[in-house]
């Protein structure tokens, strides 16, 4: 354990990420997404153009754009970063330089609920350098605390609750003691925020592990190289207790409120930015940064495979197998890219994340692999069966059956799709054997999975054909495991990773799959996430900068991007034009939103 005030220091230098081109089918296996809008008269559905978008999310719809050679070989320095180690005093950024970093960061979920679980306050270089004195103070840093901050970043989250968790409330009890304890559980989770499944507990620092890693590259990206970001999760993790009089000190300057206490919402990250020396700012073209932007935007999970668990009435491009896979090459470099992020957030050498960040692959490719996808398929149907059929009817009757019908929908949310399917966890044992805490390690598996994800995602964009929406996709789950927790908890199921890491004593975290394929998922899915019509029941939509982000000015707390009544309708990075339309070009209608006040995006936010 380090002394208050230091600083964990390991060599975590990053192995070197190489680029892995992926060949597009023959030219008759390939498919576009050739989404249009539907006809007067006819019904709408997922696969169909939506009639409009009305948003303050400065993301949209979006297409990916292809890489060259050269483009991917600048992008991924961007998956390698090192922490910086000195800012220089300089001038803060525009109004336009924030509001592009923070779309980058915490309003852009890698999620694909895009779980509201965020709150951020952003302070000048006079509150940073006072931060920048109270985090001086904390033990169990993990990077040192650098002066001459441009600004900084106060991150709440709060526990994972969505209409999923509510659903979660009625599961494990028994039948006849039901109406007692459903509402003591109710009482436990509002005021000691105790989760019914511990790996639904596990989401509030998976989230956090993929903001902090996305932070990174955010600052860079927003600031063409010259900016980088120091993040601090670990003084907010398990020594939380022992930081409490600073982490109170920074509650107050960022004015949490009663409310937000009560939702449970605490300090769980502080990021420093600033301007670092000419030797460590990142060498790469203004104008990619601004294409990286979009793109970024771009990527969703993928949960269509085509010709393999595509519906019925899906669209003649999704109905087909295409001759692809997701090769050995790209898959090592993906594993190199998540064994990175998790020796760079958990703070121990390569070698050792390598035994600590447990990786089943499992898919037909491996030995025994068929069998083992179908028993893992077949058991999660077993927990669904049993859940619904246990849930108390006292409860799921007067409500329609609508958390039954809920819970029998996470079926098709749990397929295990893909060319290359792992499931990651930890073994609380091994963490403590190396003395690394359990809640930063977590963080680091979530950053872990996007980090892999994202390399794997700017590979179908390499050399990406005009005739594919992209050559490579991933869709990272938390599902299975959860449905899999429930089994744990109440079935006496065995874990995921229990057949190959069983004497670890192991729990599984994060599901992920990647794909090989041409045509993207339906724009339904994106729509799900932007338009409060159309969402589903279990997502939240993507939030306005005005939501999430305030920024402390003159002593006072303004949201981003609200203005004398006028909010933000801005897509971020807009100028690039990569905005879904139908085969003939045309737009949907306010996709592109509307730009921000020049006057105001322009002038120097401190």
Known sequence: MTGLGTALKTDVKPKELYPTEIQPPAQE??????????????????????????????????????????????ALTLLSLERPSAFVECEGPTEQELFEECSLGVLASRQSTNFRGHQQVTFGPEDSAEIASLMKEL??????????????????????????????????????????????????????????????????????????????????????????????????????????????????????????????????????????????????????????????????????????????????????????????????????AAYNAFAHWAGVDREKAKSLLLMDRVDV????????????????????D????????????????????????????FALVGQRIYIAGLSRESLEREGIDWELAVCAVGASAARSSLFVELMGTYNLPGDCDLLAGTCIMAGPVNQNDIGKQFYGYKDLLSDNFGELDPTSLLVWTLKAKTIADPTGNEEQLLNAARKGALVDLRAGPHEVVKVASQGKLEPMRSFEGKLNEERAFFEQGNFVTDPTGKEIPGNRGKPWSEFLARRKVW
């Open 139 to 336: 033990g169990h840093l993990d990077a040192p605390v650098l002066d001459h901050a441009a600004y900084t970043h106060v991150v709440f989250s709060r526990p994972y609750r969505t209409p999923f968790t509510m659903l979660l409330t009625l599961v494990g009890h028994r039948s006849f003691t039901s109406l007692l304890t459903v509402p003591f559980r109710v009482f436990k989770k509002r005021t000691q925020f105790v989760s019914d499944i511990p790996t639904i507990g596990y989401l509030q620092e998976l989230h956090l592990g993929i903001l902090a890693d996305s932070t990174e590259r955010a600052a860079v990206l927003a600031s063409e190289g010259r900016r980088r970001a120091q993040v601090h999760l670990r003084p907010f993790c398990g020594a939380r207790k022992e930081n409490k009089k600073v982490i109170a000190k920074l509650e107050k300057m960022c004015g949490l409120t009663l409310q937000e206490r009560m939702m449970g919402y605490r300090v769980s990250m502080v990021v420093q930015v600033g301007e670092v020396h000419e030797s460590e700012q990142l060498q790469i073209d203004p104008k990619l940064c601004r294409k990286l932007g979009a793109n970024l935007l771009s990527f969703r999970s993928e949960r269509i495979q085509p010709g393999v668990n595509q519906e019925e009435k899906a669209p003649e491009g999704y109905q087909h197998r295409q001759n692809m896979d997701v090769s050995d090459d790209l898959t090592v470099m993906a594993g190199r």
């Open 29 to 74: 296996e390939r498919a576009k997404r050739l989404a249009s809008f539907a006809a007067p008269g006819e019904r709408k559905n997922r696969y169909t153009l939506p009639d409009g978008l009305q948003s303050n999310s400065p993301i949209g719809y979006r297409k990916r754009m292809p890489l060259t050679e050269s483009e991917v070989d600048e």
């Open 365 to 384: 490719l491996t030995p025994n692999g068929k069998a083992r996808l179908r028993k893992i398929r077949n058991e999660l149907g077993e927990i669904t």
């Open 386 to 413: 049993k859940l619904v059929r246990d849930l108390p009817k006292w409860a799921d009757i007067p409500a329609g059956k609508k958390f039954s019908r809920n819970a029998a929908r996470g079926r098709k949310a």
